[in-house]
């Protein structure tokens, strides 16, 4: 993963972006705003918000040439005066709000910022930054008055978290640049559009990606695709989520191969597994992958959805981590259902 060091901000725009379905309309402005006074707060936002792990590209189908935010980035970096600064972040601006069409989107201000003299790896780059604010809250402000001290409440942006934002690298123009993401609103349909309708892009195919795939991947198999199989019990489930992890936790490379003998065991599962992988590959138009370095971040974050808990009624949760052949399931004469447990020894 490249080493990622942000210079300082060398301009900043804000522009209003409403609600297009309620036609809130935008509020353009034609002179870039003064953040004199918190420069350091606002440097601090940026670098304390946004990280490196996974990575984005711009994309767009047919050609990248018509994605609307990367020809505005793009002119951006070509035409670094001012005054096409402010334009181009009109336009930027415009799209946004165009795009901004659910009812469920919240209005809020568009930031558009410059960094220059960023770092990626040993490589001096500039960076152009967008964020949108739609959460506002409130402080108290102390009002130190003749005879004492009165409270007033003040609603503002937040200095601690950004909604909505990204950093464009100017690398790799031809691919759809460097692009780091941050999207910390809801997770319904309509947050989709920043990252899709607006930006408009995808991951870079690197090891965190591909690590992150095949882990989807398998854990998406396992949970629908086996819910067919009645013969499958929900403990034998787990011991193949448990495998999975383990595979990941204990290995440096992917190999597919050697995950699905390891994983999956026989070769129907194995044919089952290499059938849902091809069709979630090409539903989620990805790239197929058969080996890879596994990236040990994307492992520490996917392995939590990784669930390895049995809930029996609202009275007991089992706890599995490997070994099938120490658990049985059954009936007893009455009908009740049953988990029976090996063990060793007692902690």
Not at 170 to 182: M, P
Not at 235 to 244: A, D, F, H, Q, V
Request: glycine letters at 4%.
């Amino acid at each position: 993963m490249p080493k990622f060091v942000l210079g300082n901000i060398s301009r900043l725009i804000i522009h209003s972006i409403g609600n297009k379905s309620t036609a809130d309309g935008v509020r353009l402005c034609d002179k870039l705003s003064n953040y004199e006074n918190v420069e350091e707060t606002l440097n601090k936002l940026i670098t304390s918000n946004f990280k490196f792990d996974e990575l984005y590209q711009f994309h767009f189908f047919p050609d990248l040439e018509l994605n609307p935010v990367y020809t505005i980035i793009k002119a951006m970096f070509e035409h670094t005066d001012i005054d096409d600064f402010i334009n181009q972040s009109k336009n930027m601006g415009r799209y946004l709000y165009d795009k901004s069409n659910h009812p469920q989107i919240k209005p809020g201000e568009l930031g558009v910022f410059y960094l220059a003299d960023c770092t990626v790896d040993d490589e001096v780059v500039d960076c152009i930054g967008i964020f949108k604010s739609e959460n506002k809250q409130k402080i108290l402000k102390v009002e130190d008055r003749q005879n004492g001290y009165d409270l007033a409440d003040i609603e503002g942006l937040s200095i601690q978290k950004l909604d909505k934002g990204c950093l464009i690298f100017n690398l790799h123009s031809e691919q759809g640049y460097l692009v780091a993401v941050v999207d910390n609103t809801n997770k319904h349909a309509e947050a989709k559009y920043w990252t899709e309708d607006f930006l408009s892009i995808r991951p870079v195919n690197n090891e965190y990606h591909q690590t992150t795939q095949i882990m989807e991947t398998a854990k998406q198999f396992i949970a629908q695709a086996m819910d067919s199989d009645d013969e499958e019990s929900k403990s034998e489930k787990i011991g193949l989520l448990n495998r999975s992890v383990d595979y990941f936790k204990n290995n440096e490379q992917f190999d597919l191969q050697e995950f699905e003998q390891r994983v999956f065991a026989n070769d129907d599962l194995i044919q089952q597994y290499q059938d849902f992988s091809q069709n979630y590959v090409q539903e989620n138009q990805l790239e197929p992958v058969k080996s890879f370095a596994i990236s040990p971040k994307a492992v520490k974050k996917q392995e939590k959805y990784f669930k390895s808990v049995v809930k029996l009624d609202k009275n007991f949760h089992i706890y599995i981590h490997g070994g099938k052949d120490m658990i049985e399931k059954g009936r007893d004469e009455d009908g009740r259902k049953f988990y029976k447990i090996y063990y060793q020894e007692e902690n």
